[in-house]
């Protein structure tokens, strides 16, 4: 009969050494608390809470060092009733999972679904757009300094963590510096149209369709790094708006029938007492200050909603974007 292989063999294997032991040593920990049951009968409560988690996770996605002493726990728990059974049964099961959580905190058992450092994967959408929004920190990565920030992908879910490496790092690291240099100098200050206070705009930078995107752990953290040399200069745009609707306008760029209008100079929008008016304005105002930078668009969604927005032509304008960046019509808000 030709034996078992893989890892049935082992678990076999495994299940018959420890059996032979237990026989051999069960009458030596007949002096265990009886209060010992009672534990064990808790913690075996709580584990039965996430047997499918246990079974499900730890087991079918796990390597073999994290499989054998699992399933053997739960073999023997299962053969011996008693405490003693439970006792080195449950000490299997939880020595395969300290083993899951060592995988985790050392990067044995991935958990991502980003690829590993020397894998680019491209996330987001071939007909949609991506923003990578930068938060002022810098990182030395490949031997240069790049910047940091998120990721907001077309389904509006944002990545966190991420890394800009290649074309046009120090352009963006340049530009955000003078956006936060301005929003410190004009941020409470009062808008002379509307007469409410200036708030912070956000530079950011939008993809059109899929970022290459590599998983690399540095010090202990993870970071997502865009592989910008790998996407098309023309499927770059720079873009600043009020910084708490940068999602929203992605989101905007994303939904069918958004389109770009400019404002004409005696647009009641700047007259709007609201975030709004604030915000096209102020738009206006920056773009005399950092060069390359214009403001005075907006962005008009089915609803009628507005966003308005400047761009910044320090990333070289695009056919792709030009819609974006020299909008065709001018806005004229319903009456």
């Known amino acids: 009969m030709q034996k078992p292989r893989g890892l049935d063999g082992i678990l076999g294997k495994i299940g018959s050494n420890v059996k032979d032991n ?4 069960k009458n030596k920990i007949e002096e265990f608390p009886k209060y010992l049951d009672d534990r064990l009968r808790k913690i075996g409560d709580k584990i039965s809470e996430y047997k499918p988690i246990i079974i499900g996770s730890a087991i079918a996605a796990s390597p073999l060092y994290v499989k054998a002493p699992i399933l053997t726990g739960l073999q023997i728990k299962n053969l011996y009733k008693g405490t003693r059974g439970k006792l080195l049964g449950y000490g299997l099961i939880v020595g395969g999972i300290a083993a899951v ?3 985790i905190m050392f990067g044995l058992n991935a958990i991502h ?5 020397n894998h680019v994967q491209y996330v987001g959408s071939s007909n949609g757009y991506e923003a990578f929004v930068p938060n002022g920190q810098t990182i030395n990565y490949d031997g240069h300094t790049d910047p940091e920030g998120n990721l907001i992908l077309n389904n509006g879910t944002t990545i ?4 800009w490496n290649g074309q046009y790092a120090n352009t963006i690291i340049q530009n955000h510096n003078q956006i936060d240099t301005l929003n410190n100098q004009f941020v409470g200050q009062t808008d ?3 007469n409410q206070q200036y708030i912070k705009l956000q530079d950011f930078y939008v993809i059109e369709g899929p970022a290459p995107v590599k998983q690399l752990i540095m010090d202990g953290q993870t970071y997502y790094v865009i592989d910008a040399n790998n996407i098309n200069p023309g499927d770059i745009a720079g873009f600043y708006t009020y910084q708490g609707w940068v999602n929203n306008f992605v989101e905007a760029m994303n939904t069918p029938g958004t389109y770009a209008a400019v404002l004409p100079g005696n647009s009641p929008v700047f007259q709007g007492t609201n975030t709004t008016g604030t915000i096209a304005y102020e738009t206006h105002l920056y773009q005399h200050y950092i060069r390359g930078f214009s403001g ?8 009628e909603t507005i966003i308005p927005y400047g ?21 004229n808000p319903s009456s």
């Open 22 to 25: 237990f026989e051999k040593v």
């Open 101 to 103: 959580g060592l995988g």
């Open 113 to 117: 679904s980003l690829p590993s450092s």
């Open 160 to 163: 966190h963590n991420v890394v």
């Open 192 to 194: 002379p149209v509307n």
């Open 296 to 303: 005075g668009d907006v962005l008009v969604q089915p609803n």
């Open 311 to 331: 761009i910044n032509t320090n990333i070289p304008v695009s056919t792709y974007f030009s819609n974006f960046e020299a909008p065709p019509q001018v806005y």
